[in-house]
């Protein structure tokens, strides 16, 4: 982590007293079913955000990143969006929602480095809102539960804090995505933080968003995960994600369930005429989507990553002609990608509106995919591409 700690050293003149760091994830097959309740499979990341930090005693909260020029000050009791330094709301919306449980905390300075691309769909700001909620306890210990303050963690020796358990992760989790639908304004689900705090190296997480029950399931194989990123930025705040999802809830309630978690084919097809068309649409892609989680779990059970590269083409393909959360550059990624001999699959991953797609590679032929795609996708789009071979990480820590 020396890049964050000589920042903060440089910014602040003095070291920093703790190191946090968040990964970003990866949404191996599951677009868009968390909010709804459904299943979904994730990876963790190596790459992350990485905060540098120490406690104030003035009641203020400093930051400063690698990224942005500005460097923000403001009080440790009242939060308001700076359109100004939009990163930083990530921040103070988790300080937000922890002020609303009645963590008590004082003000700290702190320097943040991501190695995340930004607005690539791999989920940059939960690993910031992870680390933020990781940092302020690692200053000032708290617990969660049931979204209340509870009887705060006692240190360790060497002023180490107990690891985190699941109930805790959980916990952290849910105010991360408070934090971003009430402070950001993005509706989103559980999966991003979840992923983030639950990451496991070399195996994906399986996560049941109605029960919040995770698994995890190994990838160990002659495999690798490649990232390539379209260029096309997408901005979730923008309001596209927020329109699928009150899509994907007015289908429910037209139906008469709670959500689209308990609706399956049949029903959908039996029921069609209660939903507008958009509706179906969006319904029809989510419904099926949990089901390929279903079948994209077993086939991971049986090492069958040919099999789970197959469900991943289907998934892009439904949320290219039902969901309509692709893009140009998207589509044109995975179908060069599928052409390729060694591509085991490929679909856009996260939000969707640009972003990256996530390929499931041989490892042996992983040189000559990551040659030939970039060279075909200037050939096509114009735009330089730089892809990513990522290694599946341990959570945040």
């Given at each position: 982590?020396?890049?964050?700690?000589?920042?903060?050293?440089?910014?602040?003149?003095?070291?920093?007293?703790?190191?946090?760091?968040?990964?970003?994830?990866?949404?191996?097959?599951?677009?868009?079913?968390?909010?709804?309740?459904?299943?979904?499979?994730?990876?963790?990341?190596?790459?992350?955000?990485?905060?540098?930090?120490?406690?104030?005693?003035?009641?203020?909260?400093?930051?400063?990143?690698?990224?942005?020029?500005?460097?923000?000050?403001?009080?440790?009791?009242?939060?308001?969006?700076?359109?100004?330094?939009?990163?930083?709301?990530?921040?103070?919306?988790?300080?937000?929602?922890?002020?609303?449980?009645?963590?008590?905390?004082?003000?700290?300075?702190?320097?943040?480095?991501?190695?995340?691309?930004?607005?690539?769909?791999?989920?940059?700001?939960?690993?910031?809102?992870?680390?933020?909620?990781?940092?302020?306890?690692?200053?000032?210990?708290?617990?969660?539960?049931?979204?209340?303050?509870?009887?705060?963690?006692?240190?360790?020796?060497?002023?180490?804090?107990?690891?985190?358990?699941?109930?805790?992760?959980?916990?952290?989790?849910?105010?991360?995505?408070?934090?971003?639908?009430?402070?950001?304004?993005?509706?989103?689900?559980?999966?991003?933080?979840?992923s983030s705090l639950f990451g496991k190296a070399f195996h994906a997480i399986e996560i049941d968003c109605q029960s919040l029950a995770i698994d995890l399931l190994s990838m160990a194989g002659e495999i690798a995960i490649v990232v390539c990123n379209t260029g096309v930025k997408h901005a979730l705040v923008g309001g596209e994600y927020n329109a699928l999802r009150a899509h994907c809830e007015a289908a429910a309630r037209a139906l008469g369930v709670a959500s689209l978690r308990s609706v399956d084919m049949p029903m959908l097809t039996a029921q069609r005429a209660k939903l507008s068309e958009r509706q179906y649409q969006c319904a029809f892609h989510v419904v099926g989507e949990i089901q390929r989680v279903v079948?994209?779990?077993?086939?991971?059970?049986?090492?069958?990553?040919?099999?789970?590269?197959?469900?991943?083409?289907?998934?892009?393909?439904?949320?290219?002609?039902?969901?309509?959360?692709?893009?140009?550059?998207?589509?044109?990624?995975?179908?060069?990608?599928?052409?390729?001999?060694?591509?085991?699959?490929?679909?856009?991953?996260?939000?969707?509106?640009?972003?990256?797609?996530?390929?499931?590679?041989?490892?042996?032929?992983?040189?000559?995919?990551?040659?030939?795609?970039?060279?075909?996708?200037?050939?096509?789009?114009?735009?330089?591409?730089?892809?990513?071979?990522?290694?599946?990480?341990?959570?945040?820590?």
């Amino acid at each position: 982590m020396h890049d964050v700690e000589k920042l903060f050293r440089n910014t602040f003149q003095q070291p920093s007293i703790a190191l946090v760091q968040a990964p970003g994830r990866l949404e191996l097959l599951g677009n868009h079913t968390d909010y709804n309740q459904g299943l979904v499979l994730a990876l963790a990341i190596d790459r992350a955000v990485r905060m540098a930090l120490a406690p104030r005693r003035d009641g203020r909260v400093e930051l400063v990143s690698s990224a942005f020029p500005e460097r923000v000050t403001f009080s440790a009791h009242e939060f308001r969006r700076d359109p100004a330094a939009p990163w930083t709301d990530y921040v103070k919306g988790v300080l937000s929602q922890l002020r609303e449980r009645g963590v008590h905390f004082g003000g700290f300075s702190a320097a943040i480095h991501s190695t995340i691309p930004f607005g690539a769909g791999l989920s940059s700001s939960a690993a910031l809102e992870v680390a933020t909620a990781l940092a302020v306890r690692r200053l000032y210990p708290y617990a969660l539960r049931t979204g209340r303050a509870a009887t705060p963690p006692q240190r360790l020796k060497g002023d180490d804090l107990p690891l985190l358990t699941p109930v805790d992760k959980i916990e952290i989790a849910r105010l991360c995505q408070a934090a971003e639908s009430g402070f950001v304004g993005v509706n989103c689900g559980l999966l991003d933080p979840l992923s983030s705090l639950f990451g496991k190296a070399f195996h994906a997480i399986e996560i049941d968003c109605q029960s919040l029950a995770i698994d995890l399931l190994s990838m160990a194989g002659e495999i690798a995960i490649v990232v390539c990123n379209t260029g096309v930025k997408h901005a979730l705040v923008g309001g596209e994600y927020n329109a699928l999802r009150a899509h994907c809830e007015a289908a429910a309630r037209a139906l008469g369930v709670a959500s689209l978690r308990s609706v399956d084919m049949p029903m959908l097809t039996a029921q069609r005429a209660k939903l507008s068309e958009r509706q179906y649409q969006c319904a029809f892609h989510v419904v099926g989507e949990i089901q390929r989680v279903v079948f994209g779990a077993r086939a991971l059970r049986d090492s069958d990553f040919a099999q789970f590269g197959q469900y991943m083409l289907q998934s892009h393909e439904s949320s290219r002609d039902f969901f309509h959360n692709s893009c140009a550059e998207l589509d044109v990624l995975v179908e060069l990608a599928r052409s390729q001999p060694g591509c085991l699959g490929a679909r856009l991953t996260g939000g969707g509106f640009g972003g990256a797609t996530i390929n499931l590679v041989q490892r042996d032929q992983v040189p000559s995919f990551t040659r030939i795609i970039a060279e075909r996708y200037q050939q096509h789009t114009g735009i330089t591409l730089e892809p990513m071979v990522c290694q599946i990480a341990d959570g945040a820590f």
